[in-house]
Every structure is written in C-alpha cells, then in structure tokens.
C-alpha cells in the first residue's frame, strides 16, 4: 500500500507553471514585445516569445526534461493570418520563424509545453507589431 501513496505523491508533485509577460519594443515604435516563459521547480525549461521589431516568432527548449515548445501566432489585417513551429529537438534547442505583419496589429502569441504531440500549460499574450 505505501509503495501506491508514494507513486501517487511523485506524480501528484510534478507542478509546471507558466509566467508570462508584455512590454513595449525598445526598438520599435508602437510595437509591443510578448513572452511566455515555462517553469519546473524553478527551473525556466522553455518558452515563447514574440518580437515587435521584424515580426519574429521564438521557441527556446532549455531543459532536457521529454517536453517540447509549441509558438504560433494569429492575426487580423483584413485577412486571418496564423504561423505556428513545433519545437522538439530537446534542450538548448531554438527556432525563429519570421512573420511578414504590417506595423501596428495587435497578434496574439501563444505558447504551450508539447509532450509526445500533445499541449499542455497553454498561455496566450496579446503583442504588437
């Protein structure tokens, strides 16, 4: 009976979270950068970003722990617009994607760790380009 508690427990303390933040583009007026960044027992494991200037897309796996990085982007410019990378080649691993987004559309980021083709922790960020 103990060794199912403890089973039970190990699995029942695996806690991710996602932290998650905006702020304006330094380097481009108007644009708004976007960040979503994926934890485990205070270590950053990975992320997603977008980037106002050259509208760039960012997955970054940074720990070898069987998790992936998913990033897509979507946007409205009198068309639906959406670009995603799957990022699952391990630790230390990136991925840009560059987006052609005219200046000033709001795009919404989101990001998600991938397990063995699935999404979890999903986040989503509202950016600018």
Known sequence: MSAVLVGVSSTAAYADYNTSGCNPASNDAGGRDCWIMFWHDGIAVGDGEFMAY????????????????????????????????????????????????????????????????????????????
């Open 54 to 129: 050259d509208e760039r897309l960012l997955a970054i796996d940074s720990y070898a722990d069987g998790r992936g990085v998913y990033v897509g982007a979507k946007w409205w410019d009198g068309g639906y617009h959406y670009n995603d990378y799957w990022l699952t080649s391990g630790a230390n691993t990136s991925h840009v994607l560059d987006l052609n987004i005219p200046e000033g559309v709001t795009v919404t980021l989101t990001s998600c760790q991938t397990d063995n083709g699935s999404l979890l922790n999903c986040r989503d960020a509202t950016a600018t380009a």
